[in-house]
């Protein structure tokens, strides 16, 4: 096998990567959903049809994802955002119930302040706001807090007026090395084993440059982890 063909070999296995684990999380969220009326909630039309919606949802994005991992031979993987008028705080609402029904013990704050309209692609967005809980969840122990806080409008690069959202946890925290390795790009060791800051934070880091913006991790020990996506009101991608 050639260079190029080891090449082709990472790329494609680095996709695989990505589409199992927005499979896994689709998956999962949709578990979520679907067992509702066997916890006695089904009386609820309003609900029910929520869910069925969020189902419908996220087959989509399943459909959508294995598409991107396997495209047309003269097509991008990442399909270009499709831009419309956003309000971040209803994103944030949804991936919060998504994460109620994963882990319905969590302590979970809600935080709005100011107009957090913008122009941006609402499924990607939804889906990196969605990996942030999850990693939220994965890294702290069972029962520690989270909150989810929303911002705008902010001044961003130029004074231009940007929004904020931010996912911040009481967890252990984090020492300065390790943040550096969280915000390092995902890779494999010289031994395979995955580096940097995971497939989760890869993909929110992606969609949020996609759309113009910034991905920014505080944390310190102890004193728990808060990871912050910026993005300006109305998105500049190339589509690439």
Do not use: C, K
Not at 89 to 113: F, H, K, M, Q
Not at 115 to 140: C, E, F, I, P, S
Not at 209 to 219: M, W
Request: net charge negative; proline share 8%.
């Amino acid at each position: 096998m050639n260079s190029d063909d080891d090449l082709y070999g990472d790329e494609r296995q680095r996709l695989v990567e990505v589409l199992l684990h927005e499979l896994r999380t689709s998956l999962t969220t949709i578990r979520g959903w679907a067992e509702l009326p066997f916890q006695g909630l089904s009386d609820d039309p309003a609900l029910m049809v929520r869910a069925l919606r969020r189902i419908q949802d996220e087959a989509d994005h399943m459909y959508e994802a294995t598409q991107r991992a396997f495209p047309r031979s003269d097509a991008s993987w990442e399909r270009p955002p499709r831009l419309a008028p956003v309000d971040l705080r209803d994103v944030a609402d949804e991936a919060v119930a998504d994460l109620g029904l994963l882990d319905p013990e969590r302590p979970i704050t809600r935080e709005n302040s100011g107009r957090t309209a913008l122009v941006a692609d609402n499924r990607m967005l939804r889906h990196a706001v969605r990996n942030l809980l999850g990693n939220a969840l994965q890294h702290t122990p069972a029962g520690t807090p989270v909150t989810v806080a929303v911002r705008g409008p902010v001044s961003g690069p130029g004074g231009e007026p940007w929004v904020e959202l931010s996912v911040g946890d009481r967890g252990p925290g984090m020492d300065p090395r390790a943040v550096a390795r969280l915000t390092t790009p995902y890779t494999e060791d010289d031994h395979g084993a995955p580096s940097g800051g995971g497939l989760g934070l890869t993909i929110v880091r992606r969609v949020v440059e996609r759309h113009g913006g910034e991905v920014t991790v505080s944390s310190a020990p102890d004193l728990g982890t808060t990871v912050t996506v910026a993005l300006p009101t109305v998105s500049v991608s190339s589509g690439n």
